[in-house]
């Protein structure tokens, strides 16, 4: 069987539903084909025992551009995560906002920043301005965004620290707090598949040719094509793309009994690795059932050792070992690009008929997927208004 479409979209992530509905609203008959049985990419959710748990630690920022625009959160329960943190280095605590008004900086560094923060021209990695403001990287940039960015925040871009900060000053300042809905992050998925046109599941695409792709079971024609699946998919369908590096972390999630709902801060920057760990239950109550607790911890060290991770949650949470249960562990080996420069891929046309979508595009975070999907459907629209 042979279907024919405006555009096909290849993967169901979050950079393929954001494409999907803005060809959609724009008249184009589109079909999204998707290899796994759900729709989302990263952003995934599994249910086991009573209990939500998220591949890998994600938090859902509404301060981000794409997120308001697409209206995404609209209909979910969804429960904000409180605007500080503890770094257990310092066993202290934190507010996002410090970084503008900082009892941790003097006035040359608070200076430093703000002219980082307000530049629009910024070039190479943050390490070449973090010098700066040292206090302010030490104490609060690096223990928290290493958790977002799963790496040192300095190793990338400078131009894409500047724009996450600047989304997650935005929700603190306006109060709307990055958070989770219940049901899990893939919610946010399932609502950004409403309004994009059909979905295949389960249906891998083995071939593309000249307006066309193959699939196992059948063979869809097309006037303009996106790929948006993860990057090593992608280099599978076009070979041309170069090697990209990424960065790796793994989530562990743990059970306990009931903890106290005083401990509702994300703790961060811990011991071996452990970039973050949190009660998630304690974010969002709906994560566990009523008499048990849910605990994350992320690393992006690949080695970890599961009794000496019990002994720091221990310290962490002040509760003993033995009544710590591990439920399930993620590990994730490419879970963001390492945006080392400002564009890992210098545009996302590959052909007159092909074009990219991806977070490797634009930014390490759910708001670069998103928008590198919108971006390729407009460049779709330009591209369809001209033949």
């Not at 545009?347 to 670069?368: C, E, F, K, W």
Request: with cysteine; aromatic share 10%.
């Amino acid at each position: 069987m042979t279907a024919n479409f405006d555009c096909i979209i290849i993967g169901a992530g979050l950079a393929g539903l954001s494409a999907a509905r803005k060809l959609n609203n724009s008249g184009l008959q589109t079909l999204i084909i998707e290899a796994s049985d759900r729709v989302g990419g990263r952003v995934a959710t599994d249910y086991v025992d009573g209990f939500t748990l998220d591949r890998g630690f994600q938090v859902i920022n509404p301060g981000y551009p794409e997120l308001r625009r697409l209206n995404a959160l609209a209909g979910l329960d969804f429960h904000a995560v409180k605007s500080a943190f503890i770094n257990a280095q310092r066993d202290q605590k934190f507010e996002i906002t410090d970084l503008l008004n900082s009892r941790l900086a003097n006035v040359p560094e608070k200076f430093a920043f703000a002219k980082f923060m307000l530049s629009r021209k910024i070039a190479g990695t943050l390490k070449n301005y973090s010098f700066s403001f040292s206090n302010l990287y030490d104490n609060l940039i690096s223990p928290f965004f290493t958790g977002v960015f799963l790496c040192e925040p300095d190793e990338l871009s400078a131009q894409i620290n500047q724009q996450i900060i600047r989304t997650f000053i935005y929700s603190y300042l306006t109060r709307k707090l990055p958070g989770l809905p219940t049901g899990g992050v893939a919610r946010l998925a399932m609502n950004l598949s409403q309004g994009g046109g059909p979905i295949l599941l389960n249906e891998r695409v083995t071939k593309i040719s000249t307006n066309q792709v193959t699939t196992k079971n059948n063979r869809y024609r097309f006037r303009k094509l996106i790929i948006a699946t993860d990057y090593q998919a992608a280099r599978r369908l076009i070979p041309k793309l170069a090697p990209m590096q990424f960065n790796f972390s793994s989530t562990f999630y743990f059970s306990s009994p009931k903890l106290s709902s005083k401990k509702d801060l994300l703790v961060v920057n811990g011991d071996r690795g452990l970039v973050n760990s949190g009660v998630i239950s304690n974010f969002n109550p709906n994560y566990a059932p009523a008499d048990k607790s849910l605990i994350s911890a992320t690393f992006v060290s690949k080695s970890v050792n599961t009794r000496e991770l019990k002994r720091q949650l221990e310290k962490i949470w002040q509760i003993q070992t033995n009544e710590i249960d591990f439920i399930k562990g993620y590990q994730i080996a490419q879970s963001l690009p390492k945006f080392t420069k400002t564009k890992l891929v210098n545009s996302n046309q590959i052909s007159d008929q092909i074009y990219l979508a991806g977070d490797y595009l634009t930014s390490p975070s759910q708001q670069g997927a998103l928008l590198s999907g919108r971006l390729a459907a407009e460049a779709v629209i330009r591209s369809v208004k001209v033949i």
